[in-house]
């Protein structure tokens, strides 16, 4: 555990020295849970959604892309429930004054008691050899057993508050079970209060009346309420689906773990239009779809998994997540939910508008069913980080940081490095990037050894550097070396776009999606 919380130290640190992930507004000590994105960060996140986009509109006919306002009429997030029951349950402790979420504190003391099964298992596999029996063990040694019980008393009665929304019982398991103030090391907790989670401004100058109106929490109900604009204008017939790519704002309060929890983030979501009785259907190929997705990007199929949800929403019939194996654990990265008709009917009812869509096949008009898959930009953003970040020992001795990014992905392409400065290296260097620019971002670096050179690639997973040496002059040969297996092959200078082009291109994803 130590050991993956010192590689997620890394990673974080690794992000910022290279240009990826700088802390929002540092020069004057940050803002909490707000980040920027840097020279390297932005690349990838630009390519990252693209792969997202093209996936879903340009493989899928039936799928069509918007982009909404950010600002909407406030009644959308009334009819979406957002302002009545978008909260997280809050708990303040009065001596140290630090608000916490009083779900996490408890979910913290789950995992405490977890903590303490484990460290009782890893004692006894040390003790007992490889004789071991795990699963015996669990099922008789009296300490675990007695922690496990305590463990799924604890976990029934929370999952019980937190269905029946019951506060005060939260606050009651949180005195029962002696949490404290990491802070202040007390127990003196005030009640449990409701802290909607949305963030809201106003429109117009007061004296016209302002209206307040909300930063959205999610991008979907822009496609809500766009459904049927796109369903005429686009002539679609179901089943089709709607994308969009956009920034979305929680007022997170128990914000940590980099940018997996933001207050400000990007969220890329499709909802898919559906006839009623056919979305459990359309759910499962859309699970099956996005995980495919996700593992095209050769990080390892074991990284992922799905956590299928036991507890659903009122409004969905189906949900699951894709989880990826982070340095802190499999955690969400992906929804993938069967929201019924919920958000239509609900617009429809709140808009006073007719909503329905005309079938030309039955002749009836129905509220169609949605499939969502809603995936964090910045959270598969942390996911390839982590699932790319490597330390190898190379067989000099030395160590290098690399950054197995997929190609398509990499911020930069190619690296072109003339062996010197001088000579005319580095002109011919600057002919081949002039003629490669215009397809694949290029880096020019002659500055330090060769060496250095390729680590600074390697650091920020640049899959190609061409170095240009005395005998490109001669026959205009170029070494192209890989990053991955570092092996180097000399090419003709003609052929550099033609192997790029091959090895870049997002079709090495995509044909993996159609398998
Ligand atoms: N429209 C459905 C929806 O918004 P969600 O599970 O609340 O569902 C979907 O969010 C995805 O958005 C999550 O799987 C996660 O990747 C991302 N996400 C949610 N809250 C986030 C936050 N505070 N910071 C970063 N990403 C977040």
Known sequence: M?????????????CKEYGFVFPSSEIYDGLGAVYDYGQNGVELKNNLKKYWWDAMVLLNENVVGIDSAIFMHPTIWKASGHVDAFNDPLIDNKDSKKRYRADVLVEDQLAKYDDKINKEVEKAAKRFGESFDEAQFRSTNTRVLEQQA????????????????????????????????????????????????????????????????????????????NYLNVQKTGRMKLPFGIAQIGKAFRNEIVARQFIFRMREFEQMEMQFFVKPGTELDWFAKWKETRLKWHKALGLGDQKYRFHDHDKLAHYANAATDIEFEMPFGFKEVEGIHSRTDFDLSSHEKFSGKNIRYFDPESGESYVPYVIETS?????????????????????????????????????????????????????????????????????YDEKDSIGKRYR????????????????????????????????????????????????????????QLNG
């Open 2 to 14: 130590a050991q993956q919380e010192d590689v997620f130290k890394k990673l974080v640190s690794h």
């Open 150 to 225: 305590k463990r799924d008393a604890l976990h029934t009665r929370f999952a019980k508050a937190l269905n029946d929304s019951d506060l005060e019982e939260l606050r009651q398991i949180i005195i029962d079970e002696e949490i404290v103030c990491p802070i202040s090391g007390t127990r003196n907790w005030t009640e449990v209060r409701q802290f909607n989670l949305m963030f809201s401004t106003e429109m117009g100058s007061t004296s016209d009346g302002a209206m307040k109106v909300y930063l959205r929490p999610e991008t979907a109900q822009g496609i809500f309420v």
């Open 375 to 443: 995936i964090g930009v910045d959270r598969m953003f942390l996911s390839i980080m982590a699932g790319s970040y490597k330390e190898e020992v190379l067989e000099n001795g030395e160590t290098r940081v690399v950054l197995t990014l997929p190609p398509a992905l990499a911020p930069v392409k190619l690296a072109v490095l003339p062996l010197v400065k001088k000579d005319g290296l580095p002109e011919l260097a600057r002919t081949i990037i002039d003629d490669l620019k215009f397809d694949f971002k290029c880096q």
């Open 456 to 511: 600074r690639q390697d650091a920020i997973g640049t899959p190609f550097c061409v170095t240009v040496d005395h005998q490109s002059l001669e026959d205009q040969t170029v070494t192209i070396r890989f990053r991955d297996s570092m092996e180097q092959e000399r090419v003709p200078v003609s052929q550099l776009r033609a192997i790029m082009a091959e090895r870049v291109s997002y079709k090495t994803l995509f044909k």
